[in-house]
């Protein structure tokens, strides 16, 4: 049986963890690094707290092979940051150019806006349920209220020019935010090492049955590991290899971290304990201990407010490049995702995120392969098809959990 003790064993060590890495990551050397600045973005755009909050829904349709499934998860993002290294490397230098491939991009930049419309939503019902669950304030009512004061704040602060100062405050808490993220994980593994020196450390069953249902709703939740694209629409501060290899090492840091999470969580849910929405998260945490909740909703804040922040930012540089006035970029992003935050609910929203930016994805693939085939690179026209495929058929096919 667990003690108070044991419960704090576990949290502590996240606290412990928390500090360590903030201390190391706000160091002047450190921030000032290069390598530093280029990762961080697609980092955290990758390792936000969503990842956390939706990895049990991983665990409860994968059961006993939910690590494997994430490990496949991310190596199909792996594969499809691939093809957006290629476009880093070949498609900006045309950029400019009456190239037939620019046409394919500049389209793609508004299934992108597309796309971000949908995930500042579903970055925003995720960090509001957080924020309204463990204060036993949770209610579609409340939900709906609260989120929709949160974007028409964002809304009138960027028509009337703050959100740059915004963007710069959110910028200061990233490596707080992912620092956070990583407490979370290390008390869930704590957790697996108390259950196991107690003798408590049990998976019950370990036979896999996925349904194609099930298969559906695991490729609905490709969005958990998208981000790494962010490293596209940087090069204003950054080269195009600096990009790129920060790109592959975040989503390296990122997919292990994700196995890990997903395997830590095990015990916790197998047998399954909790129904499979955005929630489930809560029913772990109490188990592990009584402050962890906090940690995670500690860790939400942060991170789905700078993600909320960034995507609204920088799809409003878009806008303005295409010749649409600063301010009115604002209602043009946060009407329709208003509108979209009231009729969905996390886990819709989520799963219509995945599909988006599948298809977002799927047009950079296609780019990738047309720039491949010019130079007869064989092996790599497979390889972009493959994950043009890939995406396919997320877009298709991926539903809700």
Not at 238 to 263: D, K, N, P
Not at 353 to 371: D, T
Request: neutral net charge.
């Amino acid at each position: 049986m667990r003690t108070n003790s044991d419960s704090w064993v576990a949290v502590g060590a996240a606290f412990f963890v928390i500090a360590g890495l903030a201390w190391a990551l706000y160091r002047p050397k450190v921030q000032q690094s290069v390598r530093y600045q280029a990762t961080v973005v697609p980092l955290a755009n990758i390792m936000d707290v969503g990842f956390i909050v939706l990895s049990p829904a991983i665990v409860l349709l994968a059961g006993f092979a939910a690590p494997l499934v994430m490990l496949g998860i991310c190596l199909v993002a792996i594969a499809t940051g691939f093809a957006i290294s290629y476009n880093i490397r070949y498609q900006e230098p045309l950029e400019g150019t009456k190239d037939s491939v620019n046409k394919i991009a500049r389209f793609s930049q508004w299934a992108l806006l597309a796309a971000s419309v949908v995930n500042i939503s579903y970055y925003t019902l995720l960090s509001i349920t957080l924020v309204l669950w463990p204060l036993d304030a949770y209610s579609t009512g409340a939900l709906a209220v609260w989120g929709t004061v949160y974007l028409t704040a964002i809304g009138l602060i960027g028509w009337f020019g703050g959100i740059n100062w915004l963007n710069r405050q959110a910028d200061k808490t990233t490596a707080f935010n992912l620092a956070a993220v990583i407490g979370v994980v290390v008390a869930f593994i704590f957790y697996n090492i108390q259950e196991w020196l107690g003798g408590r450390w049990e998976l019950g069953s370990t036979e896999v049955s996925i349904t194609t249902d099930d298969l559906r709703k695991i490729i609905g939740l490709f969005a958990m590991v998208q981000g790494f694209e962010a490293a596209r629409y940087i090069g204003n501060r950054f080269s195009a290899e600096q990009r790129i290899s920060s790109m592959r090492l975040a989503q390296y840091i990122s997919s292990f971290v994700f196995v890990v999470l997903v395997a830590a969580i095990l015990v916790v849910f197998l047998p399954p304990l909790a129904e499979v929405d955005g929630t489930a998260i809560f029913v772990a945490s109490d188990l592990v201990g009584p402050a962890l909740p906090w940690i995670v909703l500690l860790a939400a804040i942060g991170s789905q407010t700078s993600a909320i922040l960034g995507a609204t930012g920088s799809r409003s540089d878009m806008i303005v490049n295409a010749g649409v006035g600063r301010k009115w970029t604002f209602p043009i992003i946060l009407i329709p995702t208003i509108a979209l935050f009231l009729l969905t609910d996390v886990t819709q929203a989520v799963a219509l995120a995945s599909r988006v930016f599948a298809f977002y994805f799927l047009l950079q693939a296609l780019i990738a392969g047309m720039l491949a085939w010019r130079k007869q690179a064989w092996s790599a026209v497979a390889g972009f098809t493959a994950v043009g495929l890939a995406m396919a058929t997320i877009s298709i096919f991926g539903i809700s959990i």
